[in-house]
């Protein structure tokens, strides 16, 4: 992956997350306004570079199941944890069964966020058909979704001996449907790295535009929701029974002009010299993604409710508070890390599932 190339997946990156962000709290702040920010396209964005950025990642060296799990579970709970803290600080502040938006869901009582936050802290809030989103966070649904495709990629390509398929088929099925049918999106990301697509130099600008003319008509008529519409004409339980997964035909779609644009993106001779004056900047912003991807949606309830801030103020105020999180959580992945391997080599030795070495 060339610095250019690498550059451009941090701005798309940061990109995607603001519009989970404007996505979520735009018609609070601009109700008089109403604009149309795409922020599930962007979740499937956010899958198909995870798969990517995964499979780019263990590809660069011989793979340790002990080195992935530790890289995986530091990257994650070094903020998961913190957000689902950070909802329980604002359960108490904003009362429970208090104010309610669709992206900050608040606890009925002290037994409901328990439950939801339980759940969420072992990623188990979206598994086959419970749908549980922590308090003051519904945007973190998509973090059990990361989660078990990390898991699931790591048994199958950090594993040992045939045994690993079994057992990746097995976590599949615990993960259940829901999660199971975006996996697509994410294993595309797998597929354009494992299999070093890349669009020729010569046709890499053509190839570029031509993704986003065709993504421009999927955002236009919204198409993920028209197939949904024509799909539970069939089927009225699917939107249902999918859950947050119920666009999953469109969703595929997204993801493969996404996957279209990477790999043009990674042709692209002119990209860096576009990029090379803003590479800084733009990797210093993505470094926190994660953080306003899964502190936006308390931390603006914090702010609208419990500060009363309600006016476009909130929106500045949003973003300096996610940065300071940011850089006592997020910006600490190193400790986290060390920590955690720390604990992995403290644990006595076990024989190996599978037959396979253990690492």
Same mark, same amino acid.
């Given at each position: 992956?060339?610095?250019?190339?690498?550059?451009?997946?941090?701005?798309?990156?940061?990109?995607?997350?603001?519009?989970?962000?404007?996505?979520?709290?735009?018609?609070? &702040?601009?109700?008089?306004?109403?604009?149309?920010?795409?922020?599930?396209?962007?979740?499937?964005?956010?899958?198909?570079?995870?798969?990517?950025?995964?499979?780019?990642?263990?590809?660069?060296?011989?793979?340790?199941?002990?080195? %992935?799990?530790?890289?995986?579970?530091?990257?994650?709970?070094?903020?998961?944890?913190?957000?689902?803290?950070?909802?329980?600080?604002?359960?108490?502040?904003?009362?429970?069964?208090?104010?309610?938006?669709?992206?900050?869901?608040?606890?009925?009582?002290?037994?409901?966020?328990?439950?939801?936050?339980?759940?969420?802290?072992?990623?188990?809030?979206?598994?086959?058909?419970?749908?549980?989103?922590?308090?003051?966070?519904?945007? %973190?649904?998509?973090?059990? %979704? #990361?989660?078990?495709?990390?898991?699931?990629?790591?048994?199958?390509?950090?594993?040992?001996?045939?045994?690993?398929?079994?057992?990746?088929?097995?976590?599949?099925?615990?993960?259940?449907?829901?999660? &199971? +049918?975006?996996?697509?999106?994410?294993?595309?990301?797998?597929?354009?790295? !494992?299999?070093?697509?890349?669009?020729?130099?010569?046709?890499?600008?053509?190839?570029?535009?031509?993704?986003?003319?065709?993504?421009?008509?999927?955002?236009?008529?919204?198409?993920?929701?028209?197939?949904?519409? *024509?799909?539970?004409?069939?089927?009225?339980?699917?939107?249902?029974?999918?859950?947050?997964?119920?666009?999953?035909?469109?969703?595929?779609?997204?993801?493969?002009?996404?996957?279209?644009?990477?790999?043009?993106?990674?042709?692209?001779?002119?990209?860096?010299?576009?990029? +090379?004056?803003? #590479?800084?900047?733009?990797?210093? *912003?993505?470094?926190?993604?994660?953080?306003?991807?899964?502190?936006?949606?308390?931390?603006? +309830?914090?702010?609208?409710?419990?500060?009363?801030?309600?006016?476009?103020?909130?929106?500045?105020?949003?973003?300096?508070?996610?940065?300071?999180?940011? #850089?006592?959580? #997020?910006? !600490?992945?190193?400790?986290?890390?060390?920590?955690?391997?720390?604990?992995?080599?403290?644990?006595?030795?076990?024989?190996?599932?599978?037959?396979?070495?253990?690492?």
């Amino acid at each position: 992956m060339n610095r250019s190339f690498s550059t451009y997946l941090d701005l798309v990156r940061f990109g995607a997350a603001m519009v989970v962000v404007l996505h979520h709290v735009w018609g609070v &702040i601009f109700p008089a306004i109403p604009l149309p920010w795409p922020g599930h396209h962007a979740v499937v964005v956010f899958f198909v570079l995870s798969g990517y950025v995964i499979s780019y990642a263990v590809a660069q060296r011989p793979c340790s199941a002990t080195d %992935y799990a530790v890289h995986r579970a530091a990257r994650v709970l070094s903020v998961a944890w913190p957000a689902l803290a950070l909802g329980a600080v604002v359960s108490v502040i904003c009362g429970e069964g208090g104010p309610r938006l669709a992206f900050a869901p608040c606890p009925s009582d002290a037994a409901d966020a328990i439950v939801r936050t339980a759940a969420s802290a072992a990623f188990l809030g979206q598994a086959w058909l419970v749908d549980l989103s922590p308090p003051f966070n519904a945007p %973190y649904w998509s973090l059990n %979704y #990361e989660v078990w495709y990390y898991v699931l990629f790591g048994v199958v390509f950090c594993g040992h001996g045939r045994g690993r398929i079994f057992l990746a088929l097995v976590i599949a099925v615990l993960a259940g449907p829901r999660i &199971i +049918a975006l996996l697509p999106c994410w294993l595309v990301g797998v597929w354009l790295q !494992r299999r070093q697509m890349r669009v020729p130099a010569r046709w890499a600008g053509i190839g570029f535009i031509v993704s986003i003319l065709m993504y421009a008509p999927v955002f236009w008529f919204d198409l993920p929701i028209r197939l949904r519409t *024509i799909m539970a004409a069939s089927w009225p339980e699917l939107p249902g029974f999918f859950g947050a997964s119920n666009t999953f035909a469109g969703d595929y779609l997204v993801a493969g002009i996404v996957a279209l644009n990477f790999a043009s993106a990674a042709g692209l001779a002119r990209l860096g010299p576009v990029l +090379a004056g803003a #590479e800084q900047p733009i990797r210093k *912003i993505a470094s926190y993604t994660f953080s306003i991807y899964l502190y936006h949606a308390p931390l603006f +309830a914090l702010i609208w409710f419990g500060l009363g801030l309600r006016s476009w103020v909130a929106l500045p105020a949003l973003m300096v508070a996610t940065v300071l999180l940011g #850089e006592l959580t #997020e910006t !600490r992945l190193p400790l986290v890390r060390a920590a955690l391997k720390r604990w992995f080599v403290a644990l006595p030795a076990q024989p190996a599932p599978f037959g396979g070495k253990r690492s």
